[in-house]
Structure formats: C-alpha cells, structure tokens
C-alpha cells in the first residue's frame, strides 16, 4: 500500500477532490518562526520562505532560522532593488525585520513546539457606543425600505 502522502497526492491531482492538500516539500525538520516565514530541511536539502526578504540576499538560512528560534531575538535581511521615478531608475537597499520569533495569533508554550489559543476576553461595546451603532443600522434600514417598490411590496407581504 502507498504511503499517506502519496494517496493524498493522488486523489487531490488526479480525481480532482476539492479541500484536500497536496504535499509540496516533505523534509526531516520545520522551524515556522511565523506566518509566511518557515524552513523545511531534508538532508542537505532545503525550501524556506521569508515574506518581505529577497530569497537570494539570506546567507545561510538554516542557520538563521535556528539562530531566531533559540535566541528569540529578531534578524534583519537587506533588499536590494531597483526602482523608476520620474523616468529615472534608481536603486535601493532596504533594512527589513524579516525574522521575528513573536507569533501574535497563539500562544507558544516553552518546549518551543506546541501552541494553545489566547486567553482573551472580548468586552462589549460601552451604551454610548452601542446607541450610536443601532442608530445607524436603523438609518441604514429605513433607507431599504424607501428604496423597494410598491410592487415589490406586495410580494414581500405575501412572503
């Protein structure tokens, strides 16, 4: 029988099943510092991505991504790039933070691997703001109304 990952690209190339995944990389180690920012390797192979960092600019980003992850201190990579203005092409070097450990949509727990939801608490609206709010909906549904017509009226009573 074929491994997981090989009928899971089957069925999602060639029987065209929606919501399935297909394998893209598969490697023997993930470091995900955060959304868009990961490296995958396997053997002395590897496929990172760094969003808002030229891909060609990183040195060595194995040991960038471990640097990052086990000193949770942010690195920067430099642009480098080219520009029109004014029908005159300039060119540009940028300093970006392209890799930062702090990951805002859940919380990371010690060992570094594991997550857990964050414990937020959601407060409503003060009255001030909530009779402001239902002001407006009510403004926004009375111009509906004069909006329909007499005979779509009529089919809305009926209904």
Known sequence: MLPLHHRIAYLTT???????????YSGDEIIGLCSKTYMVKSGDD???????????????????FREVLETQTTKAGVNK??????????TYS??????????????VMENKVDTKPLDLVLTPRDKHQMDKYEKEDQM???EEADMIDENQADVLIEL
Do not use: C
Request: zero cysteines; glycine letters at 8%.
């Open 94 to 107: 940028q300093v970006r933070n392209g890799f930062s450990y702090y990951y805002v949509k859940r919380e």
């Open 46 to 64: 590897y496929k990172f991505s760094s969003k808002g960092i030229n891909r060609d600019r990183i040195e060595d980003p194995v040991g960038t």
């Open 140 to 142: 926004d549904n009375v």
């Open 14 to 24: 060639f029987l065209n099943i929606s919501g399935l995944f297909k394998l893209e």
């Open 81 to 90: 790039g080219f520009r029109a203005k004014d029908n005159t092409m300039f």
